[in-house]
């Protein structure tokens, strides 16, 4: 049982410290959408902060392949971490395809979807913080409920951003960039919420 195991704070550290790297990354990215195109000071920050998320995660994986006695399973803390770490990743590859596909200009449906990224990595963020004390799914099912109520917000976002693409005022190849574009961000919301569901599948489990 989750609550007679011997805590292991190491892990819930790097959990906390690699949802910390989640939020950092989505407000440079909102920063970006902000200062574009005047972008390079925020994609090279992002990509630092992809670094350091990684170096997290391998620690996590490194340090569950040498505990015995782990906090909850196994199998759970390594799809928490791997899909924390995804997110991070997404957020980086997005960012860089601003300077690689030659944007001109900053969508204003981009920058009302990343704002929606940074709510939800901060739910995700305080959700992972509240994992460490709490051990009833009603705990964290406020928060839970928002990362779900955001994922929804950021797909009829995303609808509305994509059929606005396609109504044929924009330029072909302008479509094909932003699509990508807002495909990444709706991944790294969509990760949030995929966060959201191992937190509740852990506690469920445990509690």
């Not at 990509?47 to 399973?73: K, M, N, V």
């Not at 302008?174 to 509740?200: H, P, Q, R, S, T």
């Amino acid at each position: 049982m989750f609550n007679l195991l011997p805590k292991d704070t190491v892990f819930f550290d790097l959990f906390e410290n690699l949802s910390r790297h989640i939020v950092t990354a989505a407000e440079e990215l909102h920063a970006l959408s902000r200062n574009f195109p005047n972008i390079d000071d925020n994609v090279r920050r992002i990509r630092e902060i992809e670094h350091g998320a990684d170096d997290l995660a391998h620690a996590a994986l490194d340090r569950l392949d040498r505990t015995f006695i782990t906090p909850f399973d196994r199998e759970d803390i390594h799809t928490l971490v791997g899909q924390m770490d995804d997110i991070v990743d997404n957020i980086d590859a997005l960012s860089k395809r601003f300077k690689l596909y030659h944007i001109q200009n900053m969508e204003a449906d981009f920058i009302k979807q990343s704002e929606v990224l940074v709510k939800a990595a901060k739910a995700v963020s305080e959700a992972v913080h509240r994992l460490r004390k709490n051990r009833k799914l009603s705990d964290l099912s406020s928060l839970l409920i928002e990362i779900h109520r955001l994922e929804s917000v950021g797909d009829d976002n995303n609808h509305a951003a994509v059929s606005r693409l396609y109504s044929g005022a924009t330029e072909p190849l302008d479509v094909m960039k932003w699509k990508e574009l807002y495909d990444f961000i709706e991944d790294a919301i969509d990760g949030c919420e995929d966060v959201g569901n191992i937190l509740e599948r852990i506690v469920l489990k445990n509690g």
